[in-house]
Nanobody
Framework: QVQLVESGGGLVQVGGSLRLSCAASGRTFSGYTVGWFRQAPGKEREFVAAIRWSGGATRYADSVKGRFTISKDTAENTVSLQMNNLNPEDTAVYYC???????????????????WGQGTQVIVSS
Protein backbone atom coordinates (compact mmCIF):
# COMPACT_ATOMS: atom_id res chain seq x y z
CA GLN A 1 0.00 0.00 0.00
CA VAL A 2 1.35 3.39 -1.01
CA GLN A 3 0.50 6.39 1.12
CA LEU A 4 1.08 9.82 -0.35
CA VAL A 5 1.57 13.01 1.60
CA GLU A 6 1.62 16.45 0.01
CA SER A 7 3.27 19.50 1.52
CA GLY A 8 4.22 23.03 0.57
CA GLY A 9 0.87 24.65 -0.04
CA GLY A 10 -0.02 28.06 1.26
CA LEU A 11 -0.96 31.62 0.46
CA VAL A 12 1.01 33.54 -2.17
CA GLN A 13 0.52 36.75 -4.08
CA VAL A 14 0.00 36.97 -7.81
CA GLY A 15 3.27 36.40 -9.62
CA GLY A 16 4.77 34.53 -6.71
CA SER A 17 6.07 30.98 -6.45
CA LEU A 18 5.42 27.88 -4.40
CA ARG A 19 7.00 24.46 -4.35
CA LEU A 20 4.83 21.45 -3.57
CA SER A 21 6.26 18.13 -2.55
CA CYS A 22 4.83 14.63 -2.60
CA ALA A 23 6.33 11.94 -0.41
CA ALA A 24 5.49 8.27 -0.44
CA SER A 25 5.53 5.93 2.50
CA GLY A 26 5.37 2.22 2.26
CA ARG A 27 7.48 1.89 -0.87
CA THR A 28 9.57 3.85 -3.34
CA PHE A 29 8.27 5.53 -6.46
CA SER A 30 10.43 3.27 -8.60
CA GLY A 31 8.32 1.89 -11.42
CA TYR A 32 5.54 4.38 -10.79
CA THR A 33 4.14 7.45 -12.49
CA VAL A 34 3.43 10.37 -10.17
CA GLY A 35 0.98 13.07 -11.08
CA TRP A 36 -0.34 16.32 -9.72
CA PHE A 37 -3.98 17.24 -10.06
CA ARG A 38 -5.92 20.19 -8.69
CA GLN A 39 -9.48 21.05 -7.84
CA ALA A 40 -10.67 24.63 -7.64
CA PRO A 41 -13.84 25.58 -5.76
CA GLY A 42 -16.90 24.60 -7.74
CA LYS A 43 -14.87 22.89 -10.45
CA GLU A 44 -13.91 19.36 -11.32
CA ARG A 45 -10.49 18.04 -10.51
CA GLU A 46 -8.07 18.52 -13.39
CA PHE A 47 -4.67 17.30 -14.45
CA VAL A 48 -1.66 19.54 -13.83
CA ALA A 49 1.54 17.58 -14.46
CA ALA A 50 3.00 14.10 -14.23
CA ILE A 51 6.36 12.38 -14.31
CA ARG A 52 7.32 8.81 -14.97
CA TRP A 53 9.88 7.76 -12.37
CA SER A 54 11.77 5.49 -14.73
CA GLY A 55 13.19 7.63 -17.51
CA GLY A 56 11.75 10.89 -16.24
CA ALA A 57 9.22 11.51 -19.01
CA THR A 58 6.92 14.40 -18.13
CA ARG A 59 3.62 15.80 -19.26
CA TYR A 60 1.95 19.13 -18.46
CA ALA A 61 -1.45 20.69 -18.81
CA ASP A 62 -1.42 23.53 -21.33
CA SER A 63 -2.48 25.97 -18.62
CA VAL A 64 0.73 25.46 -16.65
CA LYS A 65 3.32 24.88 -19.37
CA GLY A 66 6.25 27.23 -18.97
CA ARG A 67 5.27 28.10 -15.39
CA PHE A 68 5.24 24.79 -13.53
CA THR A 69 8.00 22.20 -13.41
CA ILE A 70 7.63 18.66 -12.08
CA SER A 71 10.74 16.85 -10.90
CA LYS A 72 11.82 13.86 -8.88
CA ASP A 73 14.34 13.42 -6.10
CA THR A 74 15.56 9.87 -6.11
CA ALA A 75 17.46 10.16 -2.85
CA GLU A 76 14.47 11.58 -0.98
CA ASN A 77 11.86 9.53 -2.88
CA THR A 78 9.80 12.64 -3.49
CA VAL A 79 8.23 14.40 -6.43
CA SER A 80 8.09 18.18 -6.46
CA LEU A 81 6.01 20.68 -8.36
CA GLN A 82 7.68 24.06 -8.72
CA MET A 83 5.03 26.65 -9.47
CA ASN A 84 6.12 30.06 -10.74
CA ASN A 85 4.25 33.14 -11.90
CA LEU A 86 1.14 32.06 -10.07
CA ASN A 87 -2.19 33.65 -10.82
CA PRO A 88 -5.60 33.51 -9.10
CA GLU A 89 -6.74 30.76 -11.50
CA ASP A 90 -4.14 28.50 -9.90
CA THR A 91 -6.00 28.62 -6.58
CA ALA A 92 -7.04 25.07 -5.77
CA VAL A 93 -6.43 22.04 -3.64
CA TYR A 94 -3.50 20.20 -5.19
CA TYR A 95 -3.39 16.43 -5.05
CA CYS A 96 -0.54 14.03 -5.61
CA UNK A 97 -1.40 10.68 -7.20
CA UNK A 98 0.54 7.66 -8.36
CA UNK A 99 0.17 4.41 -10.22
CA UNK A 100 2.45 1.73 -11.57
CA UNK A 101 3.81 2.13 -15.05
CA UNK A 102 1.65 4.17 -17.45
CA UNK A 103 2.29 5.29 -20.98
CA UNK A 104 2.77 8.98 -21.60
CA UNK A 105 -0.56 9.38 -23.39
CA UNK A 106 -2.39 8.17 -20.27
CA UNK A 107 -0.62 10.33 -17.72
CA UNK A 108 -3.32 13.02 -17.70
CA UNK A 109 -6.16 10.59 -17.02
CA UNK A 110 -7.27 10.53 -13.39
CA UNK A 111 -8.73 7.07 -13.75
CA UNK A 112 -5.24 5.68 -14.32
CA UNK A 113 -4.13 6.61 -10.80
CA UNK A 114 -5.00 4.41 -7.86
CA UNK A 115 -3.14 6.10 -5.00
CA TRP A 116 -4.05 9.63 -3.89
CA GLY A 117 -2.90 12.01 -1.22
CA GLN A 118 -5.14 14.17 0.93
CA GLY A 119 -4.29 17.37 -0.89
CA THR A 120 -2.67 20.67 -0.04
CA GLN A 121 -4.32 24.06 -0.43
CA VAL A 122 -2.82 26.72 -2.67
CA ILE A 123 -4.32 30.20 -2.59
CA VAL A 124 -3.13 32.89 -4.94
CA SER A 125 -4.14 36.32 -3.75
CA SER A 126 -4.51 39.36 -5.95
Amino acid sequence: QVQLVESGGGLVQVGGSLRLSCAASGRTFSGYTVGWFRQAPGKEREFVAAIRWSGGATRYADSVKGRFTISKDTAENTVSLQMNNLNPEDTAVYYCASARGMIISSMAQQIQYNYWGQGTQVIVSS
